[in-house]
Nanobody
Framework: QVQLVESGGGLVQPGGSLRLSCAAS????????MTWYRQAPGKERELVAG????????NYPVSVKGRFTISRDNAKNTLYLQMNNLKPEDTAVYYC?????????WGQGTQVTVSS
């Protein structure tokens, strides 16, 4: 029943911007914190951003702090990741994730490639 569908990835130049979306369904979206992860080739999947259920608090690792912004529109059941000043090292598949009743639910992922 839970569905998470990412979109918005693509090819961008270094310094460019991209906005990812995650459309959520099958659960009460506004009741749960949400997170974005990414996985680059040969690397472990890493946390990129987290947001509380209301959107009142967000968290980022140093690697993206100041460049990425996580947000949500609970009325639209949608999670967003605004990515600015993109760098080649941001190249990865980006996933949104829900933890519900001790189980993790993942979207299919969307590819972000930062290259000249």
């Amino acid at each position: 029943q839970v569905q998470l569908v990412e979109s918005g990835g693509g090819l961008v130049q270094p310094g460019g911007s991209l906005r990812l979306s995650c459309a959520a369904s099958g659960f009460i979206f506004s009741n749960y914190p949400m997170t974005w992860y990414r996985q680059a080739p040969g690397k472990e999947r890493e946390l990129v951003a987290g947001i509380t259920n209301t959107g009142g608090n967000t968290n980022y690792p140093v690697s993206v702090k100041g460049r990425f912004t996580i947000s949500r529109d609970n009325a639209k059941n949608t999670l967003y990741l605004q990515m600015n000043n993109l760098k080649p090292e941001d190249t990865a598949v980006y996933y949104c994730k829900l933890r519900l009743s001790g189980l993790d639910y993942w979207g299919q992922g969307t590819q972000v490639t930062v290259s000249s």
